[in-house]
């Protein structure tokens, strides 16, 4: 890539825009001021959903399948603070969850909206009769018509499900199907042709919003039975705003220091890799803030561990860059191959901590799903802003002939000995 003495000025700008974004938002896009936080900081609501029109008690498995569910529907939404249990005494599915980050009322009825349909999903003929249920659906998703554009729903059923499916197309071809929640008709597609695939499109739906509403609420559908929010409640936070504006002081303190101390033993690649550890911040917090990701105790945790990380990464750059110029090389020769031989060695600590954070995303739920994304998203901008944005800036700066002195890429304890 070329690199002139304007790429670092250009890559500054782009710092202190994101900065700005990052922490009040801008063009629509929400800042830290919007970020969802959990429970454990801000509080949240207490329901407790029992079945309707069950004139039994519900099984074990059921109430696992209706949790199960649940909790992927919280997870589709990004809130991974929360807790989904079952009262299999009294049949009940108990929610746990945080407020949204423009909650200011907080009724917990009105937020117990947020999870969608709690209806029974079903799959009627012309007659009213029963053919498939909601919890045959595997997966509900919008797609894109390759030859016309428009925008359809795709259905996947399981095994059990793509038999009825079968059944129920071949004996009603060119006749309507009925798409019911409980007895609310939501869709009523014609069926073209008998579908063995298991695989079926909802087609003539109209925009995407449309479209995306009905693979909802499909998909929201596969509830064993409907269910009913009975008894709702506020919980208090178990930290609280008052300990969390503590935390914020205590970490723009400790950057503060950070950053002064990379300015005072690192010279000219400091001022570098405090730029950087600021866009890696702002970076974390947009990946944050913009898909309302839920930031709960554990993921301060990961933000905390990655930024770490990305001091580590500038150390050993800068302590790279040093010992090249040490060794007789040029300032732009210290640069490249500075950054050349501490490429290794950070790549090798991130890419260990990226697979754990993977692993933790793929097999952990909840607060832990919290911690893995907050942590693999600053990894993954360490490597944007620890290597990548500080090599395009240490290129430009030495491009200035004032600034291209090799005392300036020295750390403290080299310039004391010469």
């Known amino acids: ?42 509080g949240g609501v207490d329901a407790t959903f029992q079945p309707v029109n069950l ?71 012309e007659s009213g009769n029963i053919l498939v249920e909601g919890k045959d659906v595997t997966k509900s998703v919008v ?23 079968a059944e129920a197309t071949k004996n009603n071809v060119g006749k309507k199907i009925g798409i019911y929640m409980d007895d609310t008709l939501i869709k009523a597609p014609v069926v073209e042709d008998a579908i063995y695939s298991g695989r079926a499109s909802i087609s003539n739906i109209g925009t995407y919003a ?15 039975f409907s269910l ?53 911040v702002s970076g974390v917090l947009l990946a944050l803030s913009i898909p309302q990701i839920t930031l709960t105790l554990p993921g301060i945790a990961g933000v905390i561990l990655s930024i770490g990380m990305g001091v580590d990464a500038n150390v050993i750059i800068s302590e790279r860059i040093s010992e090249e110029i040490k060794s ?17 060695s950070v790549f090798d600590g991130n890419i260990t901590v990226m697979i754990v954070a993977i692993i933790l995303m793929i097999l952990g739920s909840g607060s832990m799903l919290s911690f893995a994304y907050s942590l693999l998203a600053g990894v993954i901008l360490n490597f944007l802003a620890g290597v990548t944005a500080s090599h395009l800036m240490m290129r430009s700066l030495c491009q200035y002939k004032k600034l291209s002195r090799e005392s300036f890429y020295q750390c403290l304890s080299r310039r004391i000995v010469l």
């Open 210 to 224: 449309d479209a995306n509403d009905l693979a909802q609420k499909i998909a929201a559908g596969a509830l064993p």
């Open 328 to 344: 007789g090389k040029t300032t732009t020769q210290a640069i490249m191959i500075g950054f050349k031989n501490a490429f290794s």
């Open 55 to 125: 004139d039994r008690m519900p099984t074990q498995d059921e109430l696992e399948s209706a949790r199960s569910i649940i909790e992927t529907r919280l997870d589709q939404k990004n809130i991974l603070d929360r807790e989904v249990t079952i009262d299999a005494t009294n049949g009940d599915v108990i929610v746990r969850f945080p407020w949204k980050s423009d909650e200011t009322d907080f009724n917990p009825q009105k937020a117990i909206a947020e999870l969608g349909e709690t209806a029974k999903l079903t799959f009627r003929d």
């Open 143 to 165: 797609e894109k018509n390759s030859q016309t554009s428009a925008y359809e729903v795709s259905l996947t059923f399981n095994d059990e499900g793509t038999t009825k499916f």
């Open 1 to 42: 890539m070329r690199v002139n003495k304007v790429t670092f000025w250009l890559v500054l700008a782009a710092v202190l825009l994101m900065t700005w974004t990052a922490f009040f938002g801008f063009l629509g896009i929400p800042g830290a001021n919007k970020m969802r936080f959990g429970i454990d900081i801000r």
């Open 228 to 280: 009913e929010a009975r008894n709702y409640s506020t919980i208090s936070p178990s930290l609280g705003a008052g300990a969390l504006n503590v935390m914020v002081d205590a970490g723009m303190l400790a950057f503060a220091f950070i950053c002064l101390l990379m300015l005072i033993y690192y010279r000219l690649p400091g001022v570098v890799a405090c730029i950087s550890l600021l866009l890696q």
